[in-house]
């Protein structure tokens, strides 16, 4: 069994309101702050989901959390996994 890489994180986020098919400004202001920090969100049907270092996944949380507020958004739910 291998180690996890203590240097690179995953991040999972669910920004609701949540419609399908209708992102929203609040969701979009999520994958645009995740995106400013230099990681490739992928939008997925039931999350977006990012890969980077540990600070880069930190970085975009924070901003990613301040924007789909900003925007409207009721709830965030994250989760960051190490390696």
Known sequence: ???PDAGRARLEV???P????N???H???AVDAIAAVGLAADL???ATTAEGSVEQVVEAAAAMLRASFEQGASAVQ???ERG
């Open 27 to 29: 969701v979009t202001a």
């Open 23 to 25: 992102p929203g400004p």
């Open 1 to 3: 069994m291998s180690e």
């Open 14 to 16: 669910f920004v609701e």
């Open 18 to 21: 949540f419609e399908e098919a």
């Open 44 to 46: 997925g049907a039931l």
């Open 78 to 80: 994250l989760r960051i």
